[in-house]
């Protein structure tokens, strides 16, 4: 079984776009993903990215005609302008921290699709807590319980030590996926991630 890290961030555009298409590639071959919510906005600070927000306008464009070329191909419903986006996504991080910790990482996956579902399939907001707990109990996971534990401070220095170790590794995106000390960056590049699983294994 192969291992790899998963960076991204619940509030993030491809790592939504990505994240059934990943979790199918890691049940067909054999990979245990290991998920590393991340601060975005660090991350980018560090590396000399911008959020899509302040990006120059050809590229905010560019980044609307890739979102939908991208949601058909993956036959996913897309809202492109959602509703409540960009928020702050600390919450919905810190609660796939705790379902990995509560209930492993199949489930914290499931979770975390579940929460990007919501910011751009769903118009919910995933910055209430009362939302996060709405979306941890339907995915059989005790909300309440969850989001307090998400809110503590020891969730927030995890979520600091996962950025930091991204820009240790030499990431500046998301999502990107590590095997061994081989990234690749972005959802669209995860044809070569499984053709260098096939080639591993």
């Known amino acids: 079984m192969a291992d790899i890290d998963y960076y991204f961030s619940t509030l993030s555009t491809w790592s939504y776009v990505g994240s059934r298409a990943f979790r199918d590639l890691a049940k067909r ?10 601060n975005l906005l660090t991350l980018f600070e560090a590396t000399g990215g911008l959020p899509a927000g302040q990006r120059p306008p050809q590229r905010q464009a560019w980044r609307k005609i890739e979102m939908k070329r991208w949601s058909t191909k993956r036959g996913l419903p897309m809202n492109f302008d959602p509703a409540h986006w960009p928020v702050n996504p600390r919450l919905a991080d810190g609660a796939v921290l705790v379902a990995i910790r509560e209930a492993g990482e199949e489930t914290a996956g499931q979770l975390a699709d579940a929460l990007m579902r919501a910011v751009w399939e769903e118009e919910r907001n995933i910055a209430e807590p009362e939302t996060v707990a709405a979306i941890a109990n339907e995915n059989g996971l005790e909300g309440p319980a969850l989001v307090d534990a998400a809110s503590g401070s020891k969730i927030s220095e995890v979520i600091k030590q996962n950025t930091q170790d991204a820009i240790d590794r030499g990431l500046f995106g998301a999502p990107s996926y590590c095997l061994g000390d081989e ?9 070569m991630l499984e053709d260098a699983l096939k080639d591993r294994a």
Request: aromatic fraction near 16%; proline fraction near 5%.
């Open 29 to 38: 071959c054999d990979v245990k993903v290991h998920h590393k919510p991340t």
């Open 183 to 191: 990234f690749f960056w972005g959802q669209d590049r995860l044809g």
